[in-house]
C-alpha cells in the first residue's frame, strides 16, 4: 500500500472536516448576530412605542404579578414555552405600599414638597400608590409585544436547526407617566 495515497486521503479528509467546522462557526455566528440585532431593533422601537403611549395617558389593564417562571415542556429555561407562574398581589402591594419610605413621616415630606412646587396639579402617582388598597392599580402600565422571524441561512438551516426561520418575540411594560409631564 502506498504511504503517500493514504496520507493524502487523510489530509483530504481532516480539511474537509476542517472546513465544515469553520463554516458552522462563522455562519452560527453570524446568525446569533442576526438574532441579536432582530431583538435590539424590536426592543427600541416597543419601548418607543409604549413611551409614546405611556406620556399620552393611554394605558392598559394592570400588569400581572409574575413569581416566577415554569420552564415548559422543554425543562429549559428562556425558551418559547415557558410561562409565567403567578404571584400574589399582596406580597406588591405590601412592599410598594409601605417600603418604598423608610420613615411614615417621609411620605407626608413628600407631599408638601409636590404641594408647594405643583400646587395646582392633583394628587401625584406615588401618592395613590400609598393610599389605594391595590396600588399596582394605580401604576397604570403600557403593554406593547410585538414578534418577527430571522431567516436562518444555508448551513445553519442543513446542519443545526433544520428550521428555515426562527420567531424572535419581545414584550415592554412601562409605566405611564401622563401626570409627570
Known sequence: MDTNTTKNGQ???EFVITLIALMLIVSGGIFLFE????QRDMTTTLRAKAGDAALDGFTTTTAPYIRDWDDGNDDRSGTADDKPMNGHAGVFN??????AADDPADWDRLQTLISTAAPKRDMPSFQKLRQNPMPMSSLDFVERKDSTKVTTDRVVRQLLLNKDAITVTHEVWLPSCSELY
Do not use: H, K
Open 11 to 13: 489530509a483530504a479528509i
Open 94 to 99: 405590601t412592599l410598594a405600599g409601605y417600603g
Open 35 to 38: 438574532l441579536n440585532t432582530a
